[in-house]
Each structure stands twice: as C-alpha cells, then as structure tokens.
C-alpha cells in the first residue's frame, strides 16, 4: 500500500497529504467547491439574464394587449426565439377598424421582475438599495424610493452575483446597505471571506456614491461561531472607515 506524500494545491499552494496525484497536478477539495460554486454562480447569472429577457418581452406583450382592448393601433417589438428565427425580431400591427389616424396611449406598466430589471425606475439615482441576507427580510424604510432585497441565506459571493446583474443593467443608486458575512463565517475561511466582503464593497462602490456595510449581529451558536463573528465585526469596523465605507456597528446595539 502506497503511503501518503506531501503535496501542494495548484490553486491555493496549501499543502496537503496525498496517496496519488495525476498528470495535471493536485488541487485540495477547498479549491474544487469553490470551482464548483463558481461555476453555479455563472449557471445562475445566466438564468438570470434570461429572465430579464422574458419579462422585457412580456411586458411588450401586455402593452400591447392593452392598447388593443382600448381600441388604439399598436406598434410593438416581441423577440422570437424558434428554430427559424433565433434572435431575430418581428414586428407586430394592428390596426383598429374605422381608424386612419395613428396615436398612442401612455400606459403605465409595473415591473414585476425589479429590480433585477433593467428598466429604470422614475428617478434611479434617487433610490436608495438594501441588500442582505434573511436578517433585512423584515426592514420597513420609510422612503417609497428604497428597494429592500432579501437573499435568505446569501453569503457574500451571492450578493456579488446579484450585484453584477444590477451593475450590468446600468443601475445607479443614491446609497447602496450590505448586510453580508453571517453566514460566511461557517465556512471558516476568515482571509477569504474578508476578500470577498472587499469585492462586494468594491464593486458597490461603482454602483453608488455611498456605500454602507452593516455589521453581523452576536449570534450565540456555540463558541467558534461567536468568536468568528466578533473577529469579522472588528476587523469591518476598521476596513470600512479606511476605504470610504459607511460602517453600521450591530455589535454594540445588540
């Protein structure tokens, strides 16, 4: 029997003990979940898109729908995506009877799929984003402009994702809150999570002028957890206010 020998990640060069190692190198288990994970945060951003597609489409198709019943002519564009036509696009007229002269009807629509949406909103540099695991679930904000977006569960690199979307679409936002990090701290990668707190902070920071990152709350789960926990509040309560990052301390209030 083959005894183990000391090896050294391609990815993250820790080393490890290993019995076999193929052709193309070692790479630990830490390394290929985050692979793995990567490669489903890409799977899932594509989804994503491709609902925004749908509900641009489908908003085309209500309006549509809409004039028509009020018996105005209608001029929309409906993407087709069929085995002749993948990606073209079709015009579609209709034309009320007993009528020669062209007009339209202003309809106000809602966005049902904000604000992952790329419609803008009335005044998008105006409105303020709340984004966060379950813990900003039941945050009530007074300003109807301020969008509240609860990702149960989230971690770090899932309000990355979600951001990128947002940051794609061109959305801009008079102040951006962040509530990240409880739950990235059960990975028990400290030096990673800190990064990608960073990478959030960073890319927030392109999105809005202001950017505030809430702390974790204590959380009593044993004493690892506790301790984590009160490690990443210390250490954002110093990152933050150095790199222009408003910083709320739920450490103390709680």
């Known amino acids: 029997m083959a005894s183990p020998a000391i090896v050294i990640c391609t990815a993250c060069h820790m080393y490890s003990l290993s019995i076999s190692v193929g052709d193309e190198g070692f790479t630990c288990d830490k390394c290929r979940e985050i692979v793995r994970l990567t490669e489903k945060i890409s799977e899932l951003e594509t989804r994503i898109q491709t609902l925004i597609e749908d509900s641009k489409n489908v908003r085309a198709l209500d309006m549509a729908l809409d004039a028509s019943s009020s018996g105005s002519p209608v001029h929309c ?34 966005n049902r799929f904000s604000p992952l ?3 803008p909103t009335e005044k998008p540099d105006e409105s303020a984003l709340v984004i966060g695991d379950s813990i900003v679930r039941n945050v009530k904000i007074e300003t109807p402009a301020t969008i509240v977006q609860c990702l149960p569960g989230a971690r770090a690199p899932d309000i990355l994702a979600n951001l ?43 999105m809005s002028d202001t950017v505030i990152c809430s702390g974790p709350l204590p959380a009593y789960r044993g004493d690892e957890i506790h301790s984590r926990l009160s490690s990443l509040n210390g250490w954002m309560s110093k990152w933050c206010p150095q790199n222009n990052i408003g910083f709320i301390d739920n450490w103390t209030s709680f």
Not at 80 to 95: A, E, F, S
Not at 175 to 203: F, M, P, W, Y
């Open 117 to 119: 949406s790329d419609a």
């Open 77 to 110: 564009s409906v993407s087709v995506t069929g085995p002749l036509q993948q990606g073209n696009w079709v015009t579609v007229r209709r034309h009320s009877r007993g009528s020669k002269h062209h007009s339209s009807v202003p309809i106000k629509t809602l």
């Open 164 to 206: 990128k979307v947002l940051a794609n679409a061109k959305r801009k936002y008079s102040k951006i809150v962040i509530h990240a990090g409880a739950n990235d701290v059960r990975l028990r990668q400290s030096e990673i999570t800190k990064n990608n707190i960073k990478e959030v902070c960073e890319l927030a920071s392109m």
